[in-house]
């Protein structure tokens, strides 16, 4: 892979776990400690109804931010949990447990190992207030783009996020390569001509039209590619 100049990177499930942030985040929303199974329970349900809405998301036509997408999922989640509480305060804990997520066993070699050879940037739908200064430490990045400060997500039809990538960057498409864990990376860096790399951690099977250059299930087995 000599061509490659660029890495990019999600930073959501692809370097950082927000799995990991699942019983803080309903122990501060329930104010009380949870057992390992009612955190569990709620967390289903989070995912749930996040990814739900986030999918329900990409069909819109015009830029929503993240935090009105969780206060709609909070809706949903408090009403299937019989919970009464406020879905903004839920939203907002969720965007502030993102910003203590950690990172995956083989991230901080990974991006050890990119910096020696590569620039590296970060392209995340995510809006400003989920990047803490953690999360934006974690590795040598050159920046960060982020569908919030840009005002568009990776499958944007404009392709703006991607667009952006490659002005700052101004080589050609093929000399950068992304890494995502979702469709969207793929099929919105591909729109840009950009070489792609699903990392399936979980071994699901690939069901879109539009296939990715790689596919890995560790940051590690990438590294090695590299």
Not at 34 to 59: G, I, K, N, P
Not at 204 to 224: A, E, F, I, K, T
């Amino acid at each position: 892979m000599q061509a490659i100049s660029i890495v990019s990177l999600d930073m959501f499930q692809t370097l950082v776990s927000i799995d990991s942030c699942r019983y803080s985040l309903w122990q501060e929303i329930m104010g009380e400690t949870l057992s390992d199974d009612e955190a569990e329970r709620c967390w289903s349900v989070t995912s749930r109804h996040v990814l739900h809405q986030y999918h329900e998301l990409m069909q819109e036509s015009d830029f929503v931010p993240l935090s009105h997408v969780f206060t709609r999922a909070f809706t949903f989640i408090f009403a299937e949990l019989d919970i009464d509480a406020d879905p903004v305060r839920g939203a907002d804990i969720f965007i502030r447990q993102h910003g203590m997520a950690q990172p995956f066993s083989d991230t901080s070699a990974f991006l050890d190992h990119v910096a020696l050879h590569y620039k590296v940037c970060v392209v995340t739908d995510s809006d400003e207030e989920m990047l803490s200064d953690r999360l934006r430490g974690l590795g040598k990045f050159d920046r960060i783009f982020s569908s919030g400060s840009l005002g568009a997500y990776k499958t944007d039809r404009q392709n703006r996020l991607f667009r952006a990538v490659l002005t700052h960057f101004g080589v050609p498409p093929e000399r950068i390569l992304h890494i995502g864990d979702s469709h969207a990376d793929v099929i919105g860096a591909n729109r840009a001509g950009i070489k792609t790399c699903w990392l399936n951690r979980a071994g699901n099977h690939w069901s879109h039209d539009v296939l990715p250059d790689y596919s890995v299930s560790s940051l590690g087995d990438l590294m090695r590619i590299l």
